[in-house]
C-alpha cells in the first residue's frame, strides 16, 4: 500500500502588533522557511514565540498574556498570521482586548481557545531552555513530555490543568481536616479518572514515538532516543484496563490522605512520572552524554516527534528552532538542513551570525532583525537576495 505524502502546512504571513518588543511586525514568507537574523536582544525568540502561540497550550515560554504586550505600548498585543492549513487556507489571530483578556479567532470569528488552532496547525519547537533537559529535574521532562503529547492530543492540555485543580481542590480540603468525606471521595474519583486519561495518553505517545525511532533511526546524522515511561500509573494502563486502574488509583488516593496532609500535596499519580531517555546508538542514559551529544540526541528527538505528528495528522508540523544551528558544529548543521528539507515542513530558525545560514541560500527566507526592533528598518528578504 502506497503511504501519500503528509500535506504540508506554512505560515504564509505573519503580523504582530505591540508584542514584547515589536511595535509592528509584517513578514511574508512565500510558505518557505524562516531565518530570523540579527543581534541578541533584537526580538528573534519573540517572533518564534507569537507563532508557539498559535498552538494549545501557553506557548514556548509559558508566559502569562499581560507580560506579552510592548513596554510603552497601550497594554494590549496581537498576533495575526495567515495559514496554509490542514483545511486550506485561513486566519488565525489571537491576542488581548481592553482589561487584559485573551481572545482568539479563526477565519476572523471568535474561538474558544487555542486548542480550536490545531485543526488548522500543529507546531513543535527546541529552544536552548531545554538543553539541560536530561540533567534537569522531572518536572522539566514531564513538561516536555506532555508537549509532545499535546502536539499529537490537543484535548490533553485540558486534562492536565483539570487533573491541577482537582488536585489544589483535594489539598485544600485535607488542610482543613473538616473536610466531609463525600467531597473527598468525589475529588477523588475525579481525580482518578483524569489521572489514567492523562497516564495513558502519555502512554500511547511514548510508544507510537518509540515504534517510528526504531522504524527510521539511522535516516540522518542525529543519534536515535530511547525512551520508556517511569511511572507506577503509567505501568498500570499499559498493563490493564481503565476502568480497573482508575478504581485502584481513587482507591489508593484515599488511602494516601494522611500522608498528602501531612506533605502539602498529592504524593502518588502522572505528577510523579518521568521520561527516561537513553543515548540509543552508545546504550546509555542520556544524562551521562557529554553538551555536544545531549544537544544532537535532543535535536534527533524533536526532529522524530515532528515526523510522528505528520504521520499521524497527515500534515507537517511547522517547527520553530530557537538558536540551534549555533550550536551545532558545521556537519551537523549541514545534517539539519538536509533533515529538514527531507521532512518537507515549514522551519523557523533564528541566530545570530548569518553565516550559519548561508547552506539555507534560495532555500528559506532571511528575516534580518536590525536596529529598533519593530521598526520600518526590519525587512524580509529571500536567502540570495543582496543584504
Partial sequence: ??????????????????????????????????????????????????????????????????????????????????????????????????????????????????????????????????????????????????????????AHGARVAAYERVLRDRNRLLEERGGEERWLAALEREAAELAVAIAAARADAVARLVALIAETRGDDAFPWAGLALDGALEAAVAAEPAAAVEDAFRDRLGALRPRDRAAGRATEGPQTADLVVRHGPKDMPAALSSTGEQKALLVGLVLAHARLVARAEGATPILLLDEVAAHLDPVRRAALYEALERQGAQAWLSGADPAAFAPLEGRATIFPLAGEPGSAENRSRSAGDPP
Avoid at 46 to 62: C, K, Q, T
Avoid at 85 to 94: D, E, R, S
Avoid at 125 to 131: E, S, V
Wanted: aromatic share 4%; hydrophobic share 45%.
Fill in 1 to 154: 500500500m502506497t503511504i501519500s505524502a503528509p500535506q504540508r502546512t506554512a505560515i504564509l504571513r505573519l503580523r504582530l502588533t505591540d508584542f514584547r518588543n515589536h511595535a509592528t511586525l509584517d513578514l511574508a514568507t512565500g510558505g518557505r522557511s524562516v531565518a530570523l537574523v540579527g543581534p541578541n536582544g533584537a526580538g528573534k525568540t519573540n517572533v518564534l514565540e507569537a507563532i508557539s502561540l498559535l498552538a494549545p497550550g501557553r506557548g514556548l515560554r509559558r508566559a502569562a498574556a499581560g507580560d506579552l504586550a510592548r513596554i510603552g505600548g497601550e497594554g494590549m498585543w496581537a498576533v495575526a498570521a495567515e495559514v496554509e492549513g490542514v483545511v486550506g487556507p485561513i486566519a488565525l489571530g489571537t491576542g488581548t482586548e481592553p482589561g487584559g483578556a485573551r481572545r482568539w479567532r479563526i477565519a476572523g470569528a471568535p474561538a474558544p481557545g487555542s486548542a480550536a488552532f490545531a485543526e488548522h496547525l500543529r507546531i513543535v519547537w527546541l529552544t536552548p531552555a531545554m538543553d539541560g533537559l536530561f540533567t534537569g529535574p522531572p518536572s522539566d521532562r514531564r513538561r516536555f513530555l506532555d508537549r509532545l503529547v499535546l502536539a499529537l492530543d490537543p
